[in-house]
Each structure stands twice: as structure tokens, then as C-alpha cells.
T-cell receptor, first 116, second 112 residues
Framework: GAGVSQTPSNKVTEKGKYVELRCDPISGHTALYWYRQSLGQGPEFLIYFQGTGAADDSGLPNDRFFAVRPEGSVSTLKIQRTERGDSAVYLC??????????????FGPGTRLTVL | KQEVTQIPAALSVPEGENLVLNCSFTDSAIYNLQWFRQDPGKGLTSLLLIQSSQREQTSGRLNASLDKSSGRSTLYIAASQPGDSATYLCAVSPDSNYQLIWGAGTKLIIKP
């Protein structure tokens, strides 16, 4: 079956612009996660959705970052007034979200964001 | 605050060797620990997940161990192959939520 997909694969934008990054999770997965990975580092947690609601948004760095999942499937990460420091690979993952300790997260290929 | 460290940052070995990758974490109160593989442009793939009550997990040539009390995990790769070349990351899930806290990874190169 189809895995997690993310679009676009690459996004180049200018400082101050607004960007949207999209994630299509595996069908039937109720949990969805966004991470950010800078070069040479491990991913950094941003936000976790259970269904339509953000169950944990403690990783969002500031109020320029916002994410939605209106129908409990596709999610969009929105970044306002982009800064050069926002440049990174943005990863999305989904899982069954059934509360089991073995609930594996499946990752998409990521969106590489470059802010000039 | 939980911190995850992986040593070494990079490793290059000849094909066929057995090798060990190390992961350490500062807070032993974890829900589970996972090892992932990251290939350029292909995202992350979960290799092994060890629950906090377990000591090890095995999948094919891979064996991961967990010692919660000392805050350590190792990933053992037997009979390494060039296709094993990738970056290997470990991540811990803190108690009561699904957030993952990651190490920076070990970049592994297997030379034919």
C-alpha cells in the first residue's frame, strides 16, 4: 500500500514569505507527527495530532509555525514570515495511534525547505 | 530534559565485519526506544523497537539491546553488507506520550 507522502519534495523561498508543507499519512492512521531535521542532527519533534486535534504542540518553536489536520487525514504545516533559520528538512510520520506501546511511526521522505 | 547521544558520529568498516553502534540517554524513564535507518532522500525506516520492559529485540542480522538503568542501547549488525550503508538513529519515547527524542545518528559506510 501507499506510504506517507509529502509535497513538495523541495521548497525554496525568500525570507519573510509564507510557506505550506503538506503531508498525506497512511490511510487509517489516526496519529500524525511533524518533525524538523537540520543538517547533521536528529529530527526535532514539532507537533503530534490524534485525529483532527493537536494532542501535543510543545515542539513548535514560535507562533510563526502552525499546523492543521481538519479532516483527520491530510495535514498542512504552515510557516509565516520565514527566516533563514527555518531552513531544514521537515519530516512527517503517521502511526495507527491505537495506544499500543509498539505503535510504529512511518515516515515520509520529507520536504527540504530552503529560505534564502 | 532528556538527551540522546550516539557514538561514533561516523564509522567505516570493511564488508563482512560485525559492528556495534551505541546510543545513550540521560533519563531512564522511557516508554520505549527505537532504532531507525535513514537513507538520503528516502526518509526514515524503523528497524527495531524495544519496549521499556524488554532487554533486546532481533530482526535478521540486527540485534538491539536496552539497559534502562545505565541509559544505554546498542545496535549490533552482523556480517555487514554494502547495502547497510546509511545513517542509523536511535530515538526514545518519554513516558506517557508519543513524542520521540532523537540522537544525531551514526553515519555508517560499509566498504566492499
Amino acid at each position: 500500500g501507499a506510504g506517507v507522502s509529502q509535497t513538495p519534495s523541495n521548497k525554496v523561498t525568500e525570507k519573510g514569505k509564507y510557506v505550506e508543507l503538506r503531508c498525506d499519512p497512511i490511510s487509517g492512521h489516526t496519529a500524525l507527527y511533524w518533525y524538523r531535521q537540520s543538517l547533521g542532527q536528529g529530527p526535532e519533534f514539532l507537533i503530534y495530532f490524534q485525529g483532527t486535534g493537536a494532542a501535543d504542540d510543545s515542539g513548535l518553536p514560535n507562533d510563526r509555525f502552525f499546523a492543521v489536520r481538519p479532516e483527520g487525514s491530510v495535514s498542512t504545516l504552515k510557516i509565516q514570515r520565514t527566516e533563514r533559520g527555518d531552513s531544514a528538512v521537515y519530516l512527517c510520520a503517521s502511526s495507527l495511534g491505537d495506544g499500543r506501546t509498539t505503535d510504529t511511526q512511518y515516515f515520509g521522505p520529507g520536504t527540504r525547505l530552503t529560505v534564502l | 530534559k532528556q538527551e540522546v547521544t550516539q557514538i561514533p558520529a561516523a564509522l567505516s568498516v570493511p564488508e563482512g565485519e560485525n559492528l556495534v553502534l551505541n546510543c545513550s540517554f540521560t533519563d531512564s524513564a522511557i516508554y520505549n526506544l527505537q532504532w531507525f535507518r535513514q537513507d538520503p532522500g528516502k526518509g526514515l525506516t524503523s528497524l527495531l523497537l524495544i519496549q521499556s520492559s524488554q532487554r533486546e529485540q532481533t530482526s535478521g542480522r540486527l540485534n538491539a539491546s536496552l539497559d534502562k538503568s545505565s541509559g544505554r542501547s546498542t545496535l549490533y549488525i552482523a556480517a555487514s553488507q554494502p547495502g547497510d550503508s546509511a545513517t542509523y538513529l536511535c530515538a526514545v519515547s518519554p513516558d506517557s506520550n508519543y513524542q520521540l527524542i532523537w540522537g544525531a545518528g551514526t553515519k555508517l559506510i560499509i566498504k566492499p
